[in-house]
């Protein structure tokens, strides 16, 4: 099963290269070649640090069986994240082209807008989930105050991505996530005695060279 994990870490970061391409396409953007190789190396450093990061946990449940079950599909999954790779490049430089060419529009607003669809949906998500224990607990049962801060920076990373998006590009996002997934493992380290290997480390100088080839 380890193959299978390795392979969806891999094509996962095919994103990266995705929003560039959806940035030429849709924007009119021009990448020299030596961008080109730092989102190559972003996406491969990316990559060797979730590998390390992840492996260790989930060790235990990879090993439990060898093979793929009837349930599950090689084909489908590699599909799924292929797709979910493209709809996530789209996206991102589709709503960067709309917070950039918007005028009549307030950024503030469109993000008002756009925060209520997601409200909405997600209210729907939740009843259809967990209805039954909402009605007979009430909504916030469980919440304190790390949960509330949870909530806060979580909404407070929509509004940095908005502006990232209106007044930088997603291709600077791309590198910002990637940063922050490496300095949370490199946290990880203190917090829960998460021992880097070797991997991890050629990952994370890998992420730390992108960024400044990019640049």
């Keep these: 099963m380890f193959q299978f994990f390795y392979l969806f870490q891999i094509t996962n970061q095919l994103k990266i290269l995705t929003t560039a391409i959806f940035s030429i396409a849709l924007l009119n953007k021009q990448l020299t070649r030596i961008k080109w190789m730092s989102l190559i190396l972003l996406s491969v450093g990316v990559t060797m640090v979730q590998i390390d990061t992840h492996t260790s946990v989930t060790t235990s449940l990879l090993t439990e069986s060898n093979t793929l079950t009837k349930d599950q599909s090689m084909p489908l999954g590699l599909t799924a994240v292929l ?3 493209l709809v996530s490049g789209f996206a991102g430089v589709y709503m960067e082209r709309i917070f950039k060419k918007q005028r009549r529009t307030s950024f503030w607003i469109s993000n008002a807008q756009l925060y209520t669809f997601g409200i909405f949906l997600a209210l729907i998500g939740v009843i259809y989930q967990d209805g039954i224990e909402i009605s007979r607990m009430g909504f916030f049962y469980g919440y304190d105050i790390v949960v509330c801060l949870v909530v806060l920076f979580a909404s407070a990373g929509g509004i940095i991505v908005s502006l990232i998006l209106k007044y930088a590009s997603c291709i600077t996002k791309g590198f910002a996530t990637s940063c922050a ?3 949370s493992s490199i946290i990880s380290v203190y917090l829960f ?6 991997l991890f480390v050629a990952g994370a100088l890998s992420v730390i060279a992108a960024v400044l080839l990019y640049t």
């Design 181 to 183: 997934i490496v300095l």
């Design 83 to 85: 797709a979910s790779s």
């Design 193 to 198: 005695d998460f021992i880097p290997s070797v």
